[in-house]
């Protein structure tokens, strides 16, 4: 049991925060519609997470580095904090491009 892949969720995820807050990209520009988004986002991919391993496509293996912990039967806390960072990382890149967008139409 280990915690290095969940520790290097949250500091990928924290330094995507500091981009977001820095730039005003997501939460920092929206927090409300960003937190409802990912929201939407998280549920959405637990949803196919879960058809997924009820149909056997997706299942757990144990591995060194992930902390053992499971949410549920086959879905370890690590799926739950990829998700939301993953579903987060979207919601900021698409920021980043609307800013980059609106820049070039300005310009």
Known sequence: MSIVYAIAIVLSATGIAVLDRRFHLAFGRAPRRTAVLLGIGVAFFLAWD?????????????????????????????EVMFVTFLTYLTLVLLGAWR?????????
């Open 50 to 78: 879960a058809v997924g391993i009820a149909l056997g496509v997706f299942r757990h293996l144990d591995s060194r580095w992930a902390t053992g912990i499971m949410v549920a039967p086959q879905l370890p806390l690590e």
């Open 99 to 107: 800013q980059i967008d609106h820049r070039k139409d300005g310009a």
